[in-house]
């Protein structure tokens, strides 16, 4: 490695790692200014493994390669809180990227430094082949695009992942021409020396008296920036979801579902974070590839990588039905077999996909799990997971949720992640809680291992008070219990093992566990969606619409029928009423006001937009965020009382603002505007069209609504105080002349 640069932990010109500065409070932290409390403990604990995460996008340029790549390079000249040394290293690693990185558009530039120099070291991806014709191995140098250079038998036994998948490297090639004396059979490529880019050696005790230096918020706050998050800007559940990610590494044979919306960094950590980990293309992966080739007994995937993820591995796929059932096997007994012989493996296994319909839109129709193919759209394989991360809960990856302070170097977490694989903390659990005897064992498993997975993340020296341990249990318990759910939804016979998911504190006798007094635990859209999670007697009904008890004309269940959170059927439902008064108000007729206060748009418009699955808005004028807002407001108002199941797309044509800078503006306003209401199950299309005058809203309901001036109705107003009532009530806006003309139209015509 010296030949590259310093050694890990060294930097350039004799500066400190670790220590700091005046000049060092410069230079950002997550706050942007002083360094946070995490990152100075940080920087002290770890000396020398700690690096600034927002400089792989400095230095990335061009070069195609893993978040840990470049994150290794920046350890050895940038492993430091001194803005100095930082800066220097930056230029270091920029040029030995610039030198030594394979661009494939290069690749004979490259080549040709190889042969003129007869020896040079790059950096690219590398994976190994047998050659049974010669008995030899053959290197391929993915951006390179050599394919047969020679690598000797010690290099492969040292780096057995080369042999599947391939493996970042530093690697010093050689050119010896084909005709020269010595060289071996057809190839005048040879490896003379390679080194898999990952820390060599790891100590789990100096790891272990590093997080006793910081608090339990301090720890996770890292542990969310060294994988690249801003910590600050995250909640609390969403900090344990980005550690929930993180569990397949530290927990042998752990199965992970998270489906959700699309943009949420759903297979960054699989892709960018280990060297351990690999990700796959769902609908490319075959059986030989995954476990074992036959004809070659070359063992798969999951026999050299400890997390096996699938992208995309939602939507409708043809998949080998012996691949579906060689991998529930593998999924619920850790083994799969080759002819006559069983063999066992530990890799974890992830899927990952988007979905494309809201929460209540899947709970009122389908279940949770409908966006995968139809092959694993099983009970049989959804019983074996461990645990559903709900995708659609996590935070749309934004550029202000990149960090910009300090997190541990990515290949030293995750030294610290694989070891603590090693490890087996479920047994804590014993101390902390009894479980429902009710549980079945493959519910009491899943929560094991989640509960064990996050212990060793947080509290790697197993320190962790009762209080701090029950909050991982509960968190634990959801996950699992969102997959029990969705399986009773399925299967009728599933549900006569329940579904079980209460504890309670301390070691009791089974015949002593009182489930009345045993703590419970809802999944979050139990929560948010109780007229959505019905009974499982009432789960047959759901493909009629109906949702338990009588429904009124326009599909809702009557006030009496809301079922709450607790399953028990409450008073009316303020909402549903009111809803209904509101559509009784849908009827042609013209609007014609004077200017003054008293009338709101979204209340004028809403009674006709309930029950559309396609709003169309066309309004020349959305040109600047006050005249978009007007949208927003009209959105806000019918996301309250339309059904949560069935909500609309937005359609919106405008035409551009001229005016100087403003035409960007524009166009950012709208895109704020899609990206946050899409998180709702809003779908927003717009786009920016030639002049029109004509000013409208169309539904596929049939009503037509002429705007006459558009939406911009307002007269301007200047506030100066964020408490201004103006601001969220439009009725205490002044108006000016406004005319709307409504007329109804058959849907089959329109």
């Not at 706050?31 to 996008?57: N, P, S, T």
């Not at 069983?342 to 129709?365: C, D, H, K, Q, Y």
């Not at 610290?416 to 493959?442: C, E, F």
């Amino acid at each position: 490695m010296s030949s590259f640069g310093p050694q890990r932990g060294r930097t350039p010109k004799g500066t400190r790692p670790g220590r700091l500065s005046p000049a060092s409070s410069l230079i950002g932290g997550s706050e942007g200014g002083k360094l946070a409390e995490y990152e100075e403990i940080a920087a002290r604990a770890y000396d020398g493994f700690v690096v600034r995460k927002d400089l792989v996008g400095q230095v990335k340029g061009n070069a195609i390669v893993p978040s840990y790549v470049l994150e290794f390079l920046l350890a050895q000249y940038c492993a430091t809180t001194s803005e100095t040394a930082i800066v220097e290293g930056i230029e270091s690693v920029r040029r030995i990227l610039a030198k030594h990185y394979v661009n494939r558009g290069e690749s004979e530039l490259i080549k040709s430094r190889i042969r003129e120099a007869g020896q040079y070291r790059i950096i690219d991806k590398v994976s190994v082949s047998l050659d049974e014709t010669h008995d030899r191995y053959n290197a391929s140098f993915e951006n390179l695009g050599v394919t047969n250079a020679l690598v000797s038998d010690e290099t492969v036994r040292e780096n057995d992942r080369l042999l599947t998948g391939g493996v970042w490297c530093l690697a010093e090639m050689s050119y010896v021409p084909m005709g020269d004396s010595g060289a071996k059979a057809s190839s005048p490529w040879i490896v003379s020396r390679l080194q898999a880019i990952q820390l060599p050696r790891f100590d789990f005790n100096r790891y272990c008296r590093g997080r006793s230096s910081f608090s339990v918020d301090e720890w996770i706050d890292l542990l969310v920036a060294s994988v690249g998050l801003d910590p600050v800007k995250l909640s609390r559940r969403s900090k344990l979801f980005q550690l929930t990610r993180l569990i397949p590494y530290v927990e042998r044979n752990y199965n992970l579902v998270e489906l959700g919306p699309k943009g949420t960094g759903k297979s960054h950590i699989y892709s960018e974070f280990s060297p351990h980990g690999i990700l796959v293309s769902g609908g490319e992966v075959t059986l030989a590839k995954l476990f074992v080739n036959n004809a070659t007994r070359r063992i798969g995937l999951v026999g050299y990588w400890d997390v096996v993820a699938f992208d995309e591995f939602a939507g409708h796929k043809r998949v080998e039905r012996s691949l579906v059932d060689t991998l529930k096997n593998y999924l619920a007994n850790k083994s799969f077999s080759r002819g006559d012989s069983t063999i066992t493996a530990e890799a974890s296994m992830v899927f990952v996909g988007n979905t494309t319909r809201t929460v209540p839109a899947m709970l009122a129709t389908a279940d949770l799990f409908e966006a995968l193919p139809e092959a694993y759209h099983d009970t049989a394989y959804m019983d074996r997971i461990h645990y559903y991360l709900p995708g659609w809960e996590v935070d749309i990856v934004r550029p202000e949720l990149f960090s910009r302070g300090y997190g541990l170097i990515v290949d030293y977490l995750a030294e610290a992640l694989r070891h603590l694989r090693t490890l087996d903390y479920s047994g804590d659990l014993d101390t902390l809680a009894t479980l429902d005897p009710a549980m079945s064992k493959r519910d009491q498993d899943a929560v094991r291992k989640t509960f064990s997975g996050l212990a060793k993340l947080i509290f790697p020296a197993r320190d962790g008070e009762p209080e701090e341990l029950e909050e991982l249990l509960r968190f634990a318990i959801e996950g699992r219990k969102r997959v029990k759910d969705q399986i009773i939804r399925l299967d009728d016979t599933m549900a006569a093992s329940g579904s079980h998911f209460t504890y309670m504190l301390g070691r009791v006798d089974q015949d002593r566990y009182d489930a009345a007094r045993a703590c419970t635990v809802p999944t979050q859209e139990e929560l948010d969606y109780p007229q959505y999670f019905t009974s499982h007697s009432d789960a047959n009904e759901r493909g009629s619409g109906q949702r338990g008890g009588e429904e009124l004309s326009d599909g809702l269940p009557k006030p009496d029928g809301v079922v709450d959170a607790r399953g028990d059927r409450g008073s009316a439902s303020p909402v549903f009423d009111r809803r209904a008064l509101l559509k009784a108000r849908a009827i042609p007729r013209r609007y014609k006001i004077e200017p003054s206060m008293g009338h709101s748009m979204p209340d004028i418009l809403l009674p006709y937009l309930f029950d559309a699955a396609e709003i169309q808005i066309r309004d020349p004028y959305l040109r600047k965020p006050h005249q978009i807002r007007n949208v927003h407001e009209i959105l806000l108002q019918l996301i309250q009382h339309a059904d949560a199941a069935r909500l609309p797309r937005v359609v919106i044509e405008t035409c551009a603002n001229d005016e100087d800078g403003y035409r960007a503006k524009q166009e950012a306003t709208f895109e704020q505007l899609q990206q946050s209401w899409g998180q709702f199950g809003i779908v927003i299309v717009w786009s920016i069209v030639d002049p029109f005058h004509d000013r409208s809203i169309v539904t596929d309901t049939g009503w037509v609504i002429d705007l006459g001036r558009g939406l911009d109705v307002y007269e301007n107003f200047t506030w100066s105080s964020p408490f201004d009532p103006r601001i969220t009530l439009p009725h205490l806006r002044r108006t000016k002349e406004i005319t709307i003309n409504v007329s109804r139209e058959d849907p089959a015509d329109a």
